[in-house]
């Protein structure tokens, strides 16, 4: 399968290097031989397309992965001087029933297993293969973090599924979350009740960590610009940053490093929307990423001040790749939030039949909410989803692994859509080169 595959590669990036800015997919499929002597054959049997890879990670590309598991949340970026992030490792263990989506490519492994597999396997030329240089939780949700119910023995003190599942499999320098050392915020009970159980195992997972294998732990310090940095070549690429917007009910100010307080720990009891918020920037490109952020008071909800994304998207501005909040949920994608990051692609991560309700999907393309062209783009696209979205669904791309590709510089990018059913990647959809919006 390998030579087999390095040959499809090379016939695909062979293509795609001839080709014209402008024109991207199906060229490979441009390379045939044709002799006009032979008789036709009268029943010929069709040749196989040949399948397309993700053209190879190079120094001064921006990778945004967003992996589709069907349980969870769960992004790999690759920086561009090869520093690692991943954002999340979920496995909501079937906690949705029915409303849930099956897992890709199968239940032969784990989500957190398959999620180690992915990154192993796009890290392989990277300075430093296999390692995260950064491992960020937004919150602690089982579609997060991983659940107790479906998780393997571990031999260290704490289960194996989800982000300590992943820790098996990759090393892990430093990890990042919004409650590290104490886990008081709003407290530890609540964050405990909140995780279905598996918080216990991820502190125990950290514990470990920290004692017995060196990765260093550290809350997610907001309005900070200075903790998710480059490790290889930072002076090199000046013009990339990530800047701590929010979380904990704290917002940063846009000035400096300083933040406020839009509410306490007396006021709320729900653990979405103390999600933390980061704002990546490379170039003119950026791209937002918050977790499970809640928008307004929706009447399922029972706790107050769930009015976040709106003073969030203020600080924040306008972005070029909005990763959805809540995996556009019916409480998230306020248009006043959108008409603040007026974002060209939209990304939504989905382990639920309502991610997206169709509330926020008509907003997120909706003229009278923004102007401007924008895409849709999905982690999963079931069935459920069909019904439930109708006609309105067809907006969105083939559903997949979605990455973005941020090419040198920051000013152009373009999207791809890899096969989430097998286990080598190939190519189902993919983008011009697009401008970055200004
Ligand atoms: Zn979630």
């Not at 036709?40 to 399948?51: K, L």
């Not at 979920?90 to 492994?109: C, L, Q, R």
């Not at 729900?270 to 928008?295: R, T, W």
């Not at 990304?347 to 997206?356: A, D, E, Q």
Request: charged fraction near 20%; proline fraction near 6%; aromatic fraction near 10%.
């Amino acid at each position: 399968m390998n030579s087999r595959r390095d040959f499809v590669k090379k016939v695909g990036m062979m293509a795609m290097a001839a080709s014209a800015p402008g024109f991207a997919a199906g060229m490979a499929t441009a390379v045939v031989s044709c002799d006009s002597k032979t008789e036709p054959d009268p029943d010929p049997e069709p040749d196989p397309t040949p399948a397309e890879y993700l053209p190879d990670w190079r120094e001064g590309y921006l990778d945004i992965h967003h992996i589709a598991t069907g349980q969870g949340d769960c992004t790999f970026i690759i920086c561009p001087d090869g520093t690692t992030m991943l954002v999340d490792a979920g496995d909501v263990g079937g906690n949705y029933g029915a409303s849930g989506t099956p897992s890709v490519p199968d239940e032969s492994k784990t989500p957190g297993e398959w999620i180690a597999d992915y990154v192993n396997h796009f890290s392989k030329d990277l300075p430093v293969p296999g390692t995260l240089d950064y491992a960020w939780i937004t919150h602690f949700h089982t579609d997060h973090i991983g659940n107790p119910n479906t998780a393997k023995a571990g031999t260290n003190g704490y289960k194996l599924g989800g982000i300590t599942m992943v820790g098996e499999h990759v090393a892990i320098k430093k990890i990042i979350d919004r409650g590290w050392p104490d886990y008081s915020f709003p407290s530890r009970a609540a964050i405990e009740g909140e995780s279905g159980g598996f918080w216990k195992d991820y502190y125990a997972f950290l514990n470990y960590r920290k004692d017995h294998q060196g990765t260093e732990i550290e809350k997610f310090a907001t309005g900070s610009n200075a903790q998710f940095v480059l490790k290889h070549k930072a002076a090199q690429y000046g013009d990339f940053s990530v800047r701590n917007i929010y979380a904990n009910g704290i917002l940063w100010t846009g000035t400096g490093a300083n933040a406020k307080t839009l509410y306490t720990a007396s006021d709320v009891s729900d653990e979405n929307m103390h999600s933390c918020v980061i704002k990546m920037s490379y170039g003119s490109f950026s791209y937002f990423a918050g977790g499970d952020l809640s928008g307004y008071n929706h009447p399922n909800y029972a706790s107050k001040k769930r009015e976040i994304e709106v003073p969030v998207g203020q600080v924040a501005g306008k972005v070029t790749v909005l990763k959805a909040n809540h995996h556009g949920t019916y409480d998230s994608t306020q248009p006043d939030f959108l008409r603040s990051l007026t974002p060209q692609t939209i990304v939504i991560t989905v382990c639920h039949v309502l991610h997206p309700d169709a509330g926020p999907l008509s907003r997120m393309v909706d003229p009278l909410v923004y102007e401007g062209d924008r895409t849709i783009y999905t982690t999963r696209y079931t069935d459920g989803h069909k019904s439930k979205l109708g006609a309105a669904g067809n907006v969105i791309k083939p559903a997949g692994h979605i990455i973005v590709r941020v090419y040198a510089g920051g000013a152009k990018y373009r999207m791809f859509v890899l096969d989430s059913e097998t286990t080598d990647y190939p190519v189902i959809y993919q983008t011009d080169e697009i401008n970055v919006n200004e």
